[in-house]
T-cell receptor, first 115, second 115 residues
Framework: EADIYQTPRYLVIGTGKKITLECSQT?????MYWYQQDPGMELHLIHY???????EKGDLSSESTVSRIRTEHFPLTLESARPSHTSQYLC??????????????FGPGTRLLVL | AQTVTQSQPEMSVQEAETVTLSCTYD???????LFWYKQPPSRQMILVIR??????QNATENRFSVNFQKAAKSFSLKISDSQLGDAAMYFC????????????FGKGTRLSVIA
């Protein structure tokens, strides 16, 4: 069973505020990912990381930034939230190395509403 | 670039009946992984089934099975004896085995189960 956690689960915030969405996993996975998903719609990869101090931008351009200082932690930050950032944000992780099966495990998501 | 296509935005099935969700993909790789993920309404994304391309045998997990046609680049999901709890968004995903690449997701199929 995957152990990947996201906080907060729901967030309502005003325009211009700085926010950080937290993601942690206890599986020792090297790879971590952030997706943006409008409810019931497709997933868009916005950031990923293959290890500590490694981050890459995904397919969808995003004004958010990420950091990977510890293996288990992959926070996403919006410096100045806007209504266009309203969405669901999913964090995921997977193993790396020989024998890994490529399976990504997902967190429960954070639903963000920017007023 | 690899792409994953789910041509059925919505499907419905009667409870206890069987339904098949289609997925096609485009790749020049010979070894890769394919996945079906399930995302129930307002709930966590979970792995349903995984297939390794070099394995001829179709993967099965209880009521869920796949029809993997490598030459046709087709990877359909069959759900037998459908239950109300099967109602969800289903996403097909691809990942090449070599190198550091994230999953490529299809746009999803919304499955409704009718009592």
């Amino acid at each position: 069973e995957a152990d990947i956690y996201q906080t907060p689960r729901y967030l309502v915030i005003g325009t211009g505020k700085k926010i950080t969405l937290e993601c942690s996993q206890t599986m020792g996975h090297d790879k971590m990912y952030w997706y943006q998903q409008d409810p019931g719609m497709e997933l868009h990869l916005i950031h990923y990381s293959y290890g500590v101090n490694s981050t890459e931008k995904g397919d969808l351009s995003s004004e958010s930034t990420v950091s990977r200082i510890r293996t288990e932690h992959f926070p996403l930050t919006l410096e100045s939230a806007r209504p266009s950032h309203t969405s669901q944000y999913l964090c995921a992780s997977s193993e790396y190395g020989t024998g890994e099966k490529g399976t990504q495990y997902f967190g429960p998501g954070t639903r963000l509403l920017v007023l | 670039a690899q792409t994953v296509t789910q041509s059925q935005p919505e499907m419905s099935v009667q409870e206890a009946e069987t339904v098949t969700l289609s997925c096609t993909y485009d790749t020049s790789e010979s070894d890769y992984y394919l996945f079906w993920y399930k995302q129930p309404p307002s709930r966590q994304m979970i792995l349903v089934i995984r297939q390794e391309a070099y394995k001829q045998q179709n993967a099965t997990e209880n009521r869920f099975s796949v029809n993997f046609q490598k030459a046709a680049k087709s990877f359909s999901l069959k759900i037998s004896d459908s239950q109300l709890g099967d109602a969800a968004m289903y996403f097909c995903a691809y990942r090449r085995k070599a190198g550091n690449t994230p999953l490529v997701f299809g746009k999803g199929t919304r499955l409704s189960v009718i009592a």
